[in-house]
C-alpha cells in the first residue's frame, strides 16, 4: 500500500499543520511497499487528484514507471569497464569478479536497476 502526503517546502507557511494539509502547492510524495519494494519519492505534481492517479496507476500495473536514469547493474558494469582505462590484468580480473558476485547479490535480493 502506498500513502501520499504533501512535503512542505520551508517557506510553506502551512508547514506547521502537518503532511497531511493539502491546501497548498507543495510537492506530493509517495511512501510505501509495491510489489515488495519500498517506495518514496516525489510524485512531480502538486495536485492530490493528480497524485491519487498516478499511485492507482502504480498499483493497478504494479510497480511504478523507472525515469531515464534506471540501468540494469549488468549495464553499469559494461560501462564502468568499457571506460576504464591503462588497468593491469589483476586489477580487470578484480573487478570482473565483483561484478559476479554483485549480480549475484543483487539476483538472490530482487534488484534489477541502479538509479
Request: hydrophobic share 35%; with cysteine; charged share 25%.
Amino acid at each position: 500500500m502506498i500513502t501520499i502526503y504533501k512535503r512542505h517546502l520551508e517557506n510553506c507557511a502551512q508547514r506547521g499543520k502537518g503532511r497531511k494539509y493539502r491546501r497548498c502547492p507543495c510537492p506530493i510524495w509517495a511512501d510505501g511497499v509495491l510489489s515488495r519494494k519500498t517506495i518514496r519519492r516525489s510524485l512531480g505534481t502538486g495536485d492530490w487528484e493528480e497524485a491519487q492517479g498516478i499511485v492507482a496507476a502504480w498499483e493497478a500495473g504494479g510497480e511504478p514507471p523507472l525515469g531515464p536514469e534506471a540501468v540494469t547493474l549488468a549495464e553499469a558494469w559494461e560501462e564502468f569497464l568499457a571506460e576504464a582505462r591503462n588497468l593491469g590484468e589483476p586489477t580487470i580480473c578484480q573487478h570482473t569478479q565483483l561484478a559476479r558476485q554483485m549480480q549475484q547479490f543483487a539476483q538472490d535480493i530482487g534488484v534489477r536497476f541502479l538509479h
